[in-house]
């Protein structure tokens, strides 16, 4: 997500048994807020995060503004409580990921923040259940109806984090682990949209639909492009799939997303008549994607592989732009 959308775990892939296993760093003394510092630029970069977090949860509550037309806009309050409880929607996810991933990381990736005694788990969890806190706060304030959606998210990233209780049906399973672990993305953009139709007592317009599987094949989008690396990039016990599928099966089934997008956002679109300028960015922004693909089939570098998830995040920020936040403004 850039790993906006949560990690997934699938079949474990050895791409060299001869690989050697990176060693850890040294534990280096350092003050409370340095290591949060350092772990949030490597694990969780706000500086890259907060711009597509922003977009995905402007664009579901404008989204929702332009569907209630004629009417009252999106307030700025409703897009700030969208913003916030979002950007900690997405922390609360990376801490899953911290806690899921504990022991693969120990073993294979030594390097990152947990397994090398930057943070601890446990930190990272008191600061979710902190983060939980603001986002009950915000939601009393804004609306208290918005609470039963609060809890609908967090129930489901309580399941995705042991699993659903079936990690080793799961583990072989690619497909099956994207399909349920990429619903809670709906359902996060869900309550985005909330904050203005739940506020205002509209109820769940139609057209919202299309919004929300358009949220759920973006997720898609983002995780599959994030796996796609070159040969000499492929790590020992770091699940990828151009190991698991082969470079040009995981690019199809990265392009067969966007495709996916692309049409439910047109849907999306054509509900608040902006049809023609979502297809116009998003038609580009595929074109661009195909290119970057072939060429990458043709010489997979680690340059070129570094242009799939940079599309990505493209993708992702022009669909909510397009789809929501423009013609959103404009009726405001």
Known sequence: MIPLAPRLRSQRVSVSSAAPVAPAAPVIPMSVMRRWYMYQRERFPLLAHAPIIFAFSAGGVLYSARLRQPGPGASPTSLAVA??????????????????????????????????????????????????????????????????????????????TVEFWSHGWLSTRPVAVIATHMLVMPLIDLYATACDWIVHGAGVAPGLRWFLIASFFN??????????????????????????????????????????????????????????????????????????????????????????????????????????????????
Request: charged fraction near 15%; aromatic fraction near 8%.
């Open 83 to 160: 913003f916030i409880t979002c950007l900690l929607f997405f922390f609360q996810l990376r801490v899953s990921d911290e806690y899921k991933d504990a022991e693969e990381d120990a073993l294979h990736r030594p390097y990152r923040p947990v397994p090398r005694g930057l943070v601890t788990i446990a930190q990272l969890t008191r600061l979710a259940i902190g983060s939980a806190a603001i986002q009950l706060l915000l939601a009393l304030w804004l609306d208290a109806r918005l609470v039963p959606l609060l809890l609908l998210v967090w129930g489901y990233m309580a399941l995705m």
């Open 219 to 332: 997720g898609v989008v983002i995780e599959v492009g994030r796996k796609i690396r070159a040969p000499e990039s492929e790590e020992r016990g770091v699940v990828t799939y151009t190991a698991a599928w082969g470079s040009r099966r995981a690019l199809a089934a990265w392009l067969a997303a966007m495709m996916m997008t692309g049409a439910c956002a047109a849907a999306a679109a054509h509900s608040i008549h902006a049809l023609t300028l979502t297809v116009t960015v998003l038609g580009v922004i595929l074109t661009l994607a195909v290119s970057a693909s072939i060429a990458f089939v043709m010489l997979p570098t680690a340059r070129r592989a570094r242009l799939v998830p940079a599309l990505s995040g493209a993708w992702t920020i022009a669909m909510y732009v397009t789809v929501g936040i423009v013609p959103g403004l404009r009726a405001g």
